[in-house]
């Protein structure tokens, strides 16, 4: 079992930044694939990045690469995503989830994100 905490959400202007963290307890953090995901209002969650376990391997979507880097700290058991030029679409509450054998089984509750234009 393993309990995911987002932390740092908030609003910021439109270019500003911002960096999430999803810190976890439980079961050995390090052997799961760390996600984030966002849903803004009316629209599906959507995938935004992943870290693979020994955070060699990233992927992001589209819509932020080259605004978005994730990355991990296994000794902290916690995943972070450092969010640079925000948009106002980029607006949405943001979650972090903990995966293992394709599949994103641990979601955390989420943290609120507004840029404002």
């Known amino acids: 079992q393993v309990q995911l905490v987002e932390s740092g959400g908030g609003l910021v202007q439109a270019g500003g930044s911002l960096r999430l963290s999803c810190a976890a307890s439980?079961?050995?953090?390090?052997?799961?694939?760390m996600g984030w995901f966002r849903q803004a209002p009316g629209k599906e969650r959507e995938f935004v990045a992943h870290?693979?376990?020994?955070?060699?391997?990233?992927l992001y979507a589209n819509s932020v690469k080259g605004r978005f880097t994730i990355s991990r700290d296994n000794a902290k058991s916690t995943v972070y995503l450092q969010m640079n030029s925000l948009k106002p679409e980029d607006t949405a509450v943001y979650y972090c989830?903990?995966?293992?054998?394709?599949?994103?089984?641990?979601w955390g509750q989420g943290t609120q994100v507004t840029v404002s234009s």
């Open positions: 989830a903990a995966g293992i054998f394709g599949e994103y089984v641990y």
């Open positions: 439980g079961s050995s953090f390090s052997v799961y694939r």
């Open positions: 870290i693979r376990s020994s955070g060699g391997i990233t």
